[in-house]
């Protein structure tokens, strides 16, 4: 089945800067990578996916970068904002299998 | 429309006890998925439902724990002779078809405490 594997698993910011999360996963037929947020005591939401058929997708601050060769996507935030501090997760997908990785604890601080 | 709902939202047992954890999906989702998320933790993947089967139950962690579905709507996830371990939050999700390409919507969880 599908593995994956989520760095960093605790980030820190400082408000104004870049965060990335980076994903790797194990299944090379894998073409569905979805991003989702959970802040403290809420149920995790989707903020953005990808399908393998594009490296990259974007969202005002948010973007998405798949490398299928490597077998990596990335999470990108720009200009972050205190209410971006949560917990990210990214999942991977393939034709039977989705797993989740261990999540990100994202902190930006103002 | 209604989200995924889910019942109790907070549940304190008795250690050897049983719990019946309830799950409403999103009407017309044919797929369901339990999770348990411990304090701080990942998402730690339970069982899949596609319609009223399972094709995935390879995240159970013992033979305490059982989901059924029935009219490919409400679920419920069983623990029997709960253990101080099994304490967690259990989320449920749903989505329009299978797990492969299609958005999950989380329920609000239920906290289980075993004491």
């Known amino acids: 089945g599908e593995n994956v594997e989520q760095h960093p698993s605790t980030l820190s910011v400082q408000e104004g800067d870049s965060a990335v999360i980076k994903c790797t996963y194990s299944d090379s037929a894998s073409n569905y990578f979805p991003w989702y947020k959970q802040e403290l005591g809420k149920r995790p939401q989707l903020i953005i996916d990808?399908?393998?058929?594009?490296g990259e997708k974007k969202d005002q601050r948010i973007a998405v970068t798949l490398n299928k060769t490597a077998k990596h996507f990335s999470l990108h935030i720009t200009e972050t904002q205190p209410e971006d501090s949560a917990v990210y997760f990214c999942a991977a997908s393939s034709s039977n299998d989705m797993r989740f990785g261990a999540g990100t604890r994202l902190t930006v601080k103002p | 429309g209604a989200g995924v709902s889910q019942s109790p939202s907070n549940k304190v047992t008795e250690k050897g006890k049983d719990v019946e954890l309830r799950c409403d999906p999103i009407s017309g989702h044919t797929a369901l998925y339990w999770y348990r998320q411990s304090l701080g933790q990942g998402l730690e993947f339970l069982i899949y439902f596609q319609g009223n089967s399972a094709p995935d139950k390879s995240g159970l962690p013992s033979d305490r724990f059982s989901a059924e579905r029935t009219g490919g709507s409400v679920s419920t996830l069983t623990i029997q002779r709960t253990q101080q371990e099994d304490s967690a939050v259990y989320l449920c999700a749903s989505s329009f078809r299978d797990r492969t390409a299609y958005e999950q919507y989380f329920g609000p969880g239920t906290r289980l405490t075993v004491t």
């Open positions: 990808i399908r393998s058929n594009v």
